[in-house]
Nanobody, 121 residues
Framework: QVRLVESGGGLVQAGGSLRLTCDVS????????MAWFRQAPGKEREFVAG??????HYRTSVKGRFTIDRDSGKNTVDLQMNSLKPEDTAVYYC????????????????WGQGTQVTVSS
C-alpha cells in the first residue's frame, strides 16, 4: 500500500541542473522523515539529504548545490540539484522513516525504485 515513486532523472552535462520528485502514497506524509540517497555502480548507497519538519541536512559534498523540500499538500519530496558534477552520477532513491532522519540505510523502511542521474564531462 505504501508507494514511493521517483522521477526527474536523466542525462545532463556538468554544470547543469535536474529536479527530482518523489511521489508518496499510502502513509501519513507529515509524520515521516524523508530522505534522498544515491548509489553509483560498485559503490555503497550514500545519504544525500534528509528532511523532517524544519530539520534539514545535506551531505557535505552537495551543500550549496542541492536543496530538499517537501510539499505536504501534494505529498511530494523534491531534490533540486544544481551545478551538477560527474561524481553526482548515480541512481537516486527516496526513502521514508517513521523516526527522525538519519544517514543510515537501515533506519528507512520504505524505498522507491530509484531514478538514474548521469552527469557527463
Amino acid at each position: 500500500q505504501v508507494r514511493l515513486v521517483e522521477s526527474g532523472g536523466g542525462l545532463v552535462q556538468a554544470g547543469g541542473s535536474l529536479r527530482l520528485t518523489c511521489d508518496v502514497s499510502g502513509l501519513t506524509f507529515s509524520s515521516y522523515a524523508m530522505a534522498w540517497f544515491r548509489q553509483a555502480p560498485g559503490k555503497e548507497r550514500e545519504f544525500v539529504a534528509g528532511i523532517k519538519s524544519d530539520n534539514i541536512h545535506y551531505r557535505t559534498s552537495v551543500k550549496g548545490r542541492f536543496t530538499i523540500d517537501r510539499d505536504s499538500g501534494k505529498n511530494t519530496v523534491d531534490l533540486q540539484m544544481n551545478s551538477l558534477k560527474p561524481e553526482d552520477t548515480a541512481v537516486y532513491y527516496c526513502a521514508a522513516s517513521t523516526t527522525d532522519w538519519t544517514t543510515e540505510i537501515r533506519s528507512y523502511g520504505y524505498w522507491g525504485q530509484g531514478t538514474q542521474v548521469t552527469v557527463s564531462s
